[in-house]
């Protein structure tokens, strides 16, 4: 067969069947590799923009940075807390007077929604909580390239004339194509482990500690600084009355939350991922 300068028709057919399949198989295998990778990037989009802070816009951190949680419940870096309590409490030295390096009773207001947070004399910008959950997750994707874009190659179709090809071209085409099958199955399991890696990472701001469930509402923070969904809040406090002391115990550090008549039973947080983002 080698020696003939074009292929007989049966071995010719042979390898031609052999070409198809590989084709019809690599095009499965990049829709596969093209819904793990859909999937990977929407849950990386919608970790990278629950990460970014909401004024400034840039990527919290565990330093400058920080994230920080207003009473409203929204979450902004600890230089635009600063930047707020510096602006309003230079507006109190205008209009009451003062010394310039004193630090002034003012109240912060959420630029989302206009709430206002007592800052009391002397205190600083890091008098505002950390939000914990959030702070947990900026941990762990802390110097890992997680967040970041990946490229890859781009697999194209192996293109077969209807000429003549001898029997060595075609074994080219059938390596190249068992190659790009081997290399799109490998890219697979990459996106599928990244995209474990990065759901496992992104949980406390996902998903509720209690119940497991994605988050389809705003969740709501214990005083312990710890989130659960509305429903298991609604569930930890169903047996006590309006009227009296209520306490919820948090399934990931064990305290005992306790709220009185007049305490709202879990703020709503409202920088998290929506299971509707996923879908």
Sequence with gaps: MADDPVLAADDRAALMRRIR???RDSRHKLNNL???RRRRAQLQQAVSDCLT???CFDKFNIEESSPRALQCGHVV???CVRRLLEMKRRQHRLIYGGPLTGLPLVFLQCPTCNKDEIIFENQTEHSVQFHHPM???VIK????PYLDDIEHPDWNRANVSDGNERAEELQLVIIALE???NAMDEAEQREIQLHNDIDENAKPIKECARCQNQYHQAPRVLKCNHLLCSPCVNNSFASFNANEVAYALCPTCRQRNYYYQTDMR????FQFIDASQLQ
């Design 53 to 55: 802070c909401s004024i």
């Design 21 to 23: 399949r590989l084709e």
């Design 135 to 137: 702070l947990n997750v």
């Design 77 to 79: 870096c600890l230089n």
């Design 179 to 181: 190659q790009k099958i």
């Design 141 to 144: 994707f802390a110097g890992r």
């Design 34 to 36: 093209e819904f793990h």
């Design 266 to 269: 879990g703020t709503p947080f």
